[in-house]
């Protein structure tokens, strides 16, 4: 299936992030300033994605790893003055080793119980927040302060507060993070984790240790939901504790949903469409949380494999 | 107040809260037994049996009591009804799968909790109690409607044992739990007991909440905690088993007021939620279940 065609598949996705560099000079400022915002949460979803879509575990605890990735980030910048390269690397690096707590302890589970052990851990770590409120600001969250929101290479310096280098920023970590996605569903590696996804069982007959490649997913997929949770922190300055809440779990699952599991695009597709559904009706009513609802049902029930996961079923079977 | 008459209150205290709590984990563990389906909008349900409670104690007025029993007997059937809708318009048609009914219940979660904050508002509103005697004792006077609840619960838990040990109700439920295909083939209409499970189960949250809200309060997120503790309850007590989910309700509900009388609330929290993954993680049938076959 994706062997056939890794030519095209390149060219689809160079073609994608080619169109949102574009579009950076095309579109009204409020539109620029919304797709940057999209583009770093769709790497959550992306990250999401590898778990969820490849190798079939539904997590309801990722918030935490977006939440790892943020406060990693921005408590270094405001608790210790860190600049912004560290400060992204930290976060990245509390993201990957959270997720390997995680990933041992939750992987021990299976089904059901996996869901609701993520969902606890999660609550765990959003309470710790509000508990050590002296350091992360509770829930009234922390600014990052602009002055600190400065990448310098010698002479030059990047201000990413500037909308410009902001929406380049987010883009960069996009597309960088959207090619390994594709590179890794394409590897031998890649099909191990569908192979676990379809049957475990014969997966581990095979010879293939089913645990171990789980649990690198796990981390992973936690690793790139923090890159996007520092990245957040970085670019919008604002640390708060309800990236941390429920809610940030079962939004990227909304959007994989919607865009289509397992396609390396999917998330992308569901995020935009997600936030332009609320964009949208938010002028009507401010129930957003109602269309959420509403969608999750209706995706579940009409429509679950997504915009990409339809396509691909119907039309263009290369799809990756 | 001396320690022994103190440690009686929150004896007391922990009781109340583990009565509500009992009822609300039974709920949850029966629509989980029988049809293997985590229901997250549990709470919401929860929420919406106070909520009813307050519209119909204003709606007719007069006594509190006149007001309170007409809710009693209501609110769990139109919370019932509402679950029983949901269940044949969404959970059916994903035909139980565990994973796609998960992601479906937190949708009505939000669409529920949604829809009262905009036809209910944001405010925290009290019902009355149906009477308020205080019983005297030596050291403290104590509402006897807290007393009540315990006494209202006690009642509600046996008679729900026995409809599920001494019925042919309950046996065709037990069935329905113990093997869904072969009774189906034995002749059991296994969608309606499914239906009827997912409506009883919400029921039991309506009612656990009328019984609570004339001394706290209606709000329209009043179901995320009881929600989280229900999971703790039935995850300790072993998914699907009543004994078990009543040995910890009250395990949970008394030591919930006791550790938050040493500890902040959220450190009692956080230290509860993660004993309670531990469990499931190490101990997954629970500490009172058995290995599941």
């Known amino acids: 299936m994706s062997d056939a065609s890794p030519v095209k598949a390149y060219a689809l996705h160079l073609g994608v992030i080619a169109l949102l560099f574009v579009l950076s000079f095309l579109l009204p400022e409020y539109y620029h300033g919304l797709l940057s915002r999209i583009m770093v949460l769709a790497v959550f979803a992306i990250g999401y994605n590898i778990l969820f879509g490849y190798v079939g575990l539904l997590s309801l605890g990722h918030a935490m790893f977006f939440g790892a990735g943020l406060y990693g980030a921005g408590l270094a910048v405001i608790q210790l003055g860190w600049g912004v390269p560290l400060a992204f690397v930290s976060g990245i690096a509390c993201g990957a080793v959270l997720a390997l707590v995680i ?29 050590f409120a002296s350091w992360t600001g509770g829930d009234q969250g922390m600014v990052v302060p602009q002055p600190a929101r400065v990448l310098t290479f010698g002479a030059t310096s990047l201000d990413l507060t500037n909308p410009t280098v902001r929406y380049m920023s987010a883009l960069a970590l996009f597309s960088v993070v959207l090619l390994i996605t594709l590179a890794i569903v394409r590897s031998r590696y890649g099909r191990v984790l569908i192979a676990i996804r379809e049957n475990e069982e014969r997966t581990k007959m095979l010879g293939y240790d ?8 796990v981390v992973v997929s936690g690793t790139i939901c923090a890159a996007s949770g520092a990245a957040y922190a ?17 939004l990227p699952l909304l959007w994989v949903l919607l865009g289509g599991a397992a396609t390396t695009l999917g998330p992308l597709i569901g995020t935009v469409f997600m936030y332009y559904v609320i964009d949208i009706t938010s002028g009507y009513t401010s129930a957003y949380l109602l269309i959420v609802g509403i969608a999750l049902i209706l995706l579940v029930l009409f429509f679950p494999k997504g915009v990409l996961g339809t396509i691909r079923q119907r039309w263009l079977g290369w799809l990756p | 107040m001396h320690f022994g008459p103190h440690l009686l209150l929150a004896a007391l ?11 609300t984990a ?5 629509v989980f037994g029988v049809m293997r389906v985590v229901n997250v909008a549990h709470g919401e349900f929860f929420m919406l049996g106070a909520v009813l409670a307050w519209a119909i104690t204003t709606a007719i007025g007069g006594h509190p009591a006149l007001g309170f029993l007409a809710a009693l007997v209501i609110a769990p059937l139109i919370v019932g ?10 959970l059916r048609r994903l035909n139980y799968n565990p994973e796609a009914t998960i992601v479906a219940t937190i949708g009505m979660l939000y669409i529920i909790q949604q829809l009262a904050l905009t036809f209910y508002g944001p405010e925290a ?3 009355e109690p149906p009477f ?4 005297l004792l030596p050291w403290f006077g104590y509402s006897g409607y807290k007393l009540s609840i315990i006494a209202a619960s006690a009642l509600i838990l046996i008679a729900t044992w026995l409809v599920l040990t001494r019925t042919r109700i309950g046996l065709i439920m037990r069935a329905t739990q113990y093997d869904s295909e072969t009774a189906q083939a034995f002749g059991i209409p296994v969608g309606r007991v499914y239906g009827g499970v997912f409506a009883l189960g919400a029921m039991l949250a309506a009612i656990a909440a009328l019984l609570i809200v004339p001394i706290s309060q209606a709000h329209y997120l009043m179901g995320q905690d009881p929600l989280l503790l229900s999971f703790i309850v039935v995850i300790i007590g072993g998914l699907g088993s009543l004994r078990g989910t009543v040995v910890a309700a009250v395990l949970i509900g008394m030591s919930d007021g006791i550790v938050s009388m040493f500890f902040s609330p959220t450190l009692a929290k956080i230290i509860a939620t993660l004993l309670v993954a531990m469990v499931l993680v190490f101990r997954p049938q629970g500490l009172f279940g058995t290995a599941s076959r």
């Open chain 1, 234 to 250: 970085l670019l919008f300055g604002y640390v708060g504790s309800s990236f941390a809440s429920v809610q940030y779990s079962i």
């Open chain 2, 13 to 23: 205290e922990g009781l109340v809260t583990s009565a509500v709590l009992a009822l």
């Open chain 2, 26 to 30: 039974l709920g949850l563990s029966l």
């Open chain 1, 210 to 217: 089913t645990f171990s490649n789980k649990l690198i997913a």
């Open chain 2, 132 to 135: 308020s005697y205080r019983i």
């Open chain 2, 81 to 90: 009804a509402i679950a029983l809708v949901a269940e044949r318009l969404v």
């Open chain 2, 125 to 127: 509103r009290p019902v």
């Open chain 1, 103 to 131: 990933g041992l302890l939750a992987l021990r589970t299976t089904g059901v119980a996996f869901m609701i052990v993520t969902m606890m851990f999660a609550q765990v770590f959003s309470l710790l927040i509000l508990y």
